[in-house]
């Protein structure tokens, strides 16, 4: 089993940023994947960013050139830095992990951007 964390979630002003972090535990050497996913009211759950072991980070296009997904082995985190953020990213963030049979997901963290 894996566990994760998110934190880093919050109220922001349109244009400034934010850095979400997930803590994972567990059988975390099994994970081959890690990535952001999030959802807005009324809105289906829909892919933010996700990084493979060994490979390169992919984005949606809303985020591309203003989010950056990275991931610490040494630290078993995986990292979401928002810039130039925008009133539509607003939404709950969710971190998720994945290995050859399951996927994890943590409990989610609200970001809101607005004046």
């Known amino acids: 089993q894996v566990q994760l964390v998110e934190s880093g979630g919050g109220l922001v002003q349109p244009g400034g940023s934010l850095r979400l972090s997930c803590a994972a535990s567990?059988?975390?050497?099994?994970?081959?994947?890690m990535g952001w996913y999030r959802q807005a009211p009324g809105k289906e759950r829909e892919l933010v960013a996700r990084?493979?072991?060994?490979?390169?980070?992919s984005y949606a296009d809303s985020v591309e050139g203003r989010f950056t997904i990275s991931r610490d082995y040494a630290k078993n985190a995986a990292y979401l830095q928002m810039n130039s953020l925008r009133t539509e990213d607003t939404a709950i963030y969710y971190c998720?992990?994945?290995?050859?049979?399951?996927?994890?997901w943590g409990q989610g963290t609200q970001v809101t951007v607005s004046t």
């Open positions: 998720y992990g994945g290995d050859t049979c399951s996927v994890y």
């Open positions: 567990g059988s975390i050497f099994r994970l081959n994947a």
């Open positions: 990084i493979f072991s060994g490979g390169s980070p």
